[in-house]
């Protein structure tokens, strides 16, 4: 597999155009701002009168109505909800578009799904940072980056693989290397990874877990230390390292107790399930529901994240924080010095060992 670096692309070839970031939120603010220190002149395109409009103006752009954005550039950047795609491509996209400009998604859903469909005379390209809007402007100011997926699902003129290369460098992302992909890939597994592991998974295990402890008569304070608060040691620790890293940093008994009650708890049932998730979002099943959920008005999704919030863990959650200050947004804590200053269930010996 190759990994394409600087070297590969050509970012000062978007500098004799205008490129028009339909959306301001983290990562359209985040795209317009890199894009702009990498030389090139950028339109926002947002309504008027909304907070991406203040904000775009604020920081310095020109903004314009989303068609009106459009009309203007060459190379179009898609960076709002999935669900608005469909909606701002027919009425404000495709109008304004020529031949040979190229429209940009920053996740495939909308393509991949056929809720946008391209006039055959433009390029359809993705470029999708591994990484929220604030860490891909903060990566590039540092003069580093994000990692970044590039695809074509459609090139006009020969052209749109170059584009989506040159923009992901102009963002930063072949400084933290970019791998090519393909819309299908890229929006499979990321949906799959949301709703199997990092959303879905996750929520659901720390939920079930701290019912265990409570159903058994623990108290409610502790479980929410074990199954909760603490996850963010061992998310950082793989983040930062892998499993390697996470074995090194937690105790012999930590380990142990991770390979042998591990696999009991994903265990071939859960595989099975996993693997069902998978086939509805490659069918289009997860798609699908999605779409007439929003069409009807979100009642499932509302009541479902209603129910979520409401769980007893929400409570002692909030209650114990109070009392942890270095959670709170711009804290200038430990909580955001590197894992491997933390450890979980060390020794004496073991928690020694620390990074300097």
């Given at each position: 597999?190759?990994?394409?670096?600087?070297?590969?692309?050509?970012?000062?070839?978007?500098?004799?155009?205008?490129?028009?970031?339909?959306?301001?939120?983290?990562?359209?603010?985040?795209?317009?701002?890199?894009?702009?220190?990498?030389?090139?002149?950028?339109?926002?395109?947002?309504?008027?009168?909304?907070?991406?409009?203040?904000r775009?103006?604020?920081?310095?752009?020109?903004?314009?109505?989303?068609?009106?954005?459009?009309?203007?550039?060459?190379?179009?950047?898609?960076?709002?909800?999935?669900?608005?795609?469909?909606?701002?491509?027919?009425?404000?996209?495709?109008?304004?578009?020529?031949?040979?400009?190229?429209?940009?998604?920053?996740?495939?859903?909308?393509?991949?799904?056929?809720?946008?469909?391209?006039?055959?005379?433009?390029?359809v390209?993705?470029v999708?940072?591994?990484?929220?809007?604030?860490?891909?402007r903060?990566?590039?100011?540092?003069?580093?980056?994000?990692?970044?997926?590039?695809?074509?699902?459609?090139?006009?003129?020969?052209?749109?693989?170059?584009?989506?290369?040159?923009?992901?460098?102009?963002?930063?992302?072949?400084?933290?290397?970019?791998?090519?992909?393909?819309?299908?890939?890229?929006?499979?597994?990321?949906?799959?990874?949301?709703?199997?592991?990092?959303?879905?998974?996750?929520?659901?295990?720390?939920?079930?877990?701290f019912?265990?402890?409570?159903?058994?008569?623990?108290k409610?304070?502790?479980?929410?230390?074990?199954?909760?608060?603490?996850?963010?040691?061992?998310?950082?620790?793989?983040?930062?390292?892998?499993?390697?890293?996470?074995?090194?940093?937690?105790?012999?008994?930590?380990?142990?107790?991770?390979?042998?009650?591990?696999?009991?708890?994903?265990?071939?049932?859960?595989?099975?399930?996993?693997k069902?998730?998978?086939?509805?979002?490659?069918?289009?099943?997860?798609?699908?529901?999605?779409?007439?959920?929003?069409?009807?008005?979100?009642?499932?999704?509302?009541?479902?994240?209603?129910?979520?919030?409401?769980?007893?863990?929400?409570?002692?959650?909030?209650?114990?924080?109070?009392?942890?200050?270095?959670?709170?947004?711009?804290?200038?804590?430990?909580?955001?010095?590197?894992?491997?200053?933390?450890?979980?269930?060390?020794?004496?010996?073991?928690?020694?060992?620390?990074?300097?």
């Amino acid at each position: 597999m190759k990994v394409y670096t600087d070297e590969d692309a050509s970012p000062k070839s978007l500098r004799t155009g205008t490129i028009a970031v339909i959306g301001y939120g983290s990562q359209g603010r985040a795209h317009a701002q890199n894009l702009r220190d990498s030389g090139c002149k950028v339109t926002v395109g947002v309504r008027e009168g909304g907070k991406g409009w203040t904000r775009a103006m604020e920081d310095g752009f020109a903004v314009a109505e989303p068609g009106d954005a459009a009309a203007q550039a060459n190379l179009i950047v898609m960076l709002t909800p999935d669900m608005s795609h469909e909606k701002i491509f027919e009425n404000d996209v495709r109008p304004n578009v020529r031949d040979g400009d190229t429209v940009l998604f920053a996740h495939g859903f909308s393509v991949h799904y056929g809720r946008v469909k391209a006039p055959d005379n433009i390029n359809v390209v993705l470029v999708a940072p591994k990484g929220p809007g604030d860490l891909v402007r903060r990566e590039y100011e540092l003069g580093r980056g994000v990692p970044c997926l590039f695809a074509v699902s459609q090139d006009a003129n020969g052209k749109a693989r170059d584009v989506a290369l040159d923009y992901a460098a102009s963002i930063g992302g072949t400084t933290g290397g970019a791998i090519e992909t393909t819309f299908a890939e890229e929006t499979e597994t990321d949906l799959f990874g949301e709703q199997a592991v990092l959303c879905g998974g996750v929520s659901e295990l720390v939920l079930a877990g701290f019912e265990t402890l409570t159903d058994a008569g623990y108290k409610p304070e502790v479980a929410y230390f074990e199954c909760l608060h603490e996850l963010k040691l061992i998310v950082d620790l793989l983040h930062e390292g892998g499993l390697a890293k996470m074995h090194e940093f937690v105790s012999e008994t930590a380990k142990y107790g991770d390979l042998v009650s591990g696999p009991r708890i994903v265990n071939g049932e859960v595989r099975e399930q996993m693997k069902a998730v998978l086939k509805d979002i490659q069918d289009g099943s997860f798609a699908r529901d999605w779409v007439l959920e929003n069409q009807a008005g979100l009642p499932r999704y509302n009541a479902l994240l209603q129910k979520d919030l409401e769980h007893p863990i929400e409570e002692v959650g909030r209650e114990l924080r109070k009392r942890m200050p270095w959670l709170r947004p711009g804290s200038n804590s430990a909580a955001n010095a590197p894992a491997a200053n933390a450890s979980i269930g060390q020794s004496n010996d073991h928690g020694t060992r620390r990074a300097n």
